[in-house]
């Protein structure tokens, strides 16, 4: 008889409650504490989201720019590959590698799930970037580490902190 009934809005509110459910349309509620990756999640997200949007001016004003891409590779066969598949439909393909980052970005922007798959997918890509010269190995070995670092901090997810006796504060293991 004494119970108080919560209103939907002030469980959403209240995320010290016991009798917290899922919002609406089955949303989680809010648990209070801030995601600590946002940041690096908007950083990554918004480099791949840029690299799409330089893709696209770089293939409509100089096409041209792609012809010798891969003429540092270790591999003769990625080089010919690339003069004799990419070359010729340049303005098909990089397009399509241009959707491919759009892709990426919105996966790491995304919630912590999606946000996984998109760095693994990140570092798949930036893995595949050696492959074309030792000139890359410059960018993706420092990318690769930094994205496997970013990935451990996502699959080993915040807890709440112990030590500060404030509920909304974050940490990692």
Same mark, same amino acid.
């Given at each position: 008889m004494g119970e108080r009934i919560m209103t939907t809005g002030q469980m959403l509110q209240n995320p010290l409650r016991s009798e917290m459910s899922p919002g609406p349309a089955g949303i989680a509620p809010r648990t209070g504490a801030r995601d600590p990756n946002r940041w690096w999640a908007r950083a990554v997200g918004g480099m791949f989201l840029g690299g799409a949007a330089v893709h696209l001016i770089l293939v409509s004003t100089n096409s041209r720019a792609y012809d010798s891409f891969a003429d540092g590779s270790y591999w003769p066969f990625i080089a010919h590959s690339w003069r004799s598949v990419l070359v010729p439909n340049v303005y098909y393909l990089i397009p399509t590698l241009a959707g491919f980052e759009v892709m990426v970005g919105v996966l790491i922007l995304s919630s912590r799930q999606y946000r996984r798959v998109g760095i693994a997918v990140a570092i798949a890509f930036n893995l595949a970037? =050696?492959?074309?010269?030792?000139?890359?190995? @410059?960018?993706?070995?420092? =990318? @690769?580490?930094?994205?496997?670092?970013?990935?451990?901090?996502?699959?080993?997810?915040?807890?709440?902190?112990?030590?500060?006796?404030?509920?909304?504060? @974050?940490?990692?293991?």
């Open positions: 970037l =050696m492959l074309f010269g030792w000139g890359f190995w @410059v960018w993706s070995i420092p =990318m @690769v580490t930094f994205l496997g670092w970013f990935l451990t901090r996502e699959l080993r997810g915040p807890r709440l902190s112990r030590d500060a006796g404030d509920p909304t504060r @974050v940490r990692y293991r």
